[in-house]
T-cell receptor
Framework: AQRVTQPEKLLSVFKGAPVELKCNYSYSGSPELFWYVQYSRQRLQLLLRHISRESIKGFTADLNKGETSFHLKKPFAQEEDSAMYYCALMNNAGNMLTFGGGTRLMVKP | GAGVSQSPSNKVTEKGKDVELRCDPISGHTALYWYRQSLGQGLEFLIYFQGNSAPDKSGLPSDRFSAERTGGSVSTLTIQRTQQEDSAVYLC??????????????FGNGTRLTVT
């Protein structure tokens, strides 16, 4: 079975502060991990995926297989980063993307 | 191009009625997924289609839920004898399968179902 855990339901920071949204996973295979974001009144969309090793909107995420984590980080939060963030794991068969419970990020001015 | 389209965007129904939710995936996307997003809950996986086939229906919450996909394109999720606990946002997503299992899902805007 595959499982994704996001321990924080709400994370509130001030503009300019560093942000780290935690994600831990459980999966017996080789994980494919993603971060999705949902801004207010918008559809759920891909933010970044581990295989691309990219930085999107200043966010990065590193897969740590030893700690089974895929935390999302940004050094300086912006107000427009306020949104709901979901960590997700795709199984090797490609037939199930499992989401964590989500973390609401609020960036205060 | 056009994204994943879901209809209706909102549906209010009385308890005990049947509802049908529709999803139009992105053209050419062979994989299609349904999720349910309840208030205060995460995204619950319901069912996956590869083409017209759904090999695993175990994610559907009860036998009142069914889904089909015809022509490898449009999918419908049907809920019979709706209950108040069925109230949620139902999300559909699609992705191309020729790019490996790390290709991302593209989501629709969802159908907000309210059972009164």
């Amino acid at each position: 079975a595959q499982r994704v855990t996001q321990p924080e339901k709400l994370l509130s920071v001030f503009k300019g502060a560093p942000v780290e949204l935690k994600c831990n996973y459980s999966y017996s295979g080789s994980p494919e991990l993603f971060w999705y974001v949902q801004y207010s009144r918008q559809r759920l969309q891909l933010l970044l995926r581990h295989i691309s090793r990219e930085s999107i909107k200043g966010f990065t995420a590193d897969l740590n297989k030893g700690e089974t984590s895929f935390h999302l980080k940004k050094p300086f939060a912006q107000e427009e980063d306020s949104a709901m963030y979901y960590c997700a794991l795709m199984n090797n068969a490609g037939n199930m993307l499992t989401f964590g419970g989500g973390t609401r990020l609020m960036v205060k001015p | 191009g056009a994204g994943v389209s879901q209809s209706p965007s909102n549906k209010v129904t009385e308890k005990g009625k049947d509802v049908e939710l529709r999803c139009d995936p992105i053209s050419g996307h062979t994989a299609l997924y349904w999720y349910r997003q309840s208030l205060g809950q995460g995204l619950e996986f319901l069912i996956y289609f590869q083409g017209n086939s759904a090999p695993d229906k175990s994610g559907l919450p009860s036998d009142r839920f069914s889904a089909e996909r015809t022509g490898g394109s449009v999918s419908t999720l049907t809920i019979q004898r709706t209950q108040q606990e069925d109230s949620a946002v139902y999300l559909c997503a699609s992705r191309p399968t020729g790019q490996g299992y790390n290709s991302p899902l593209h989501f629709g805007n969802g159908t907000r179902l309210t059972v009164t």
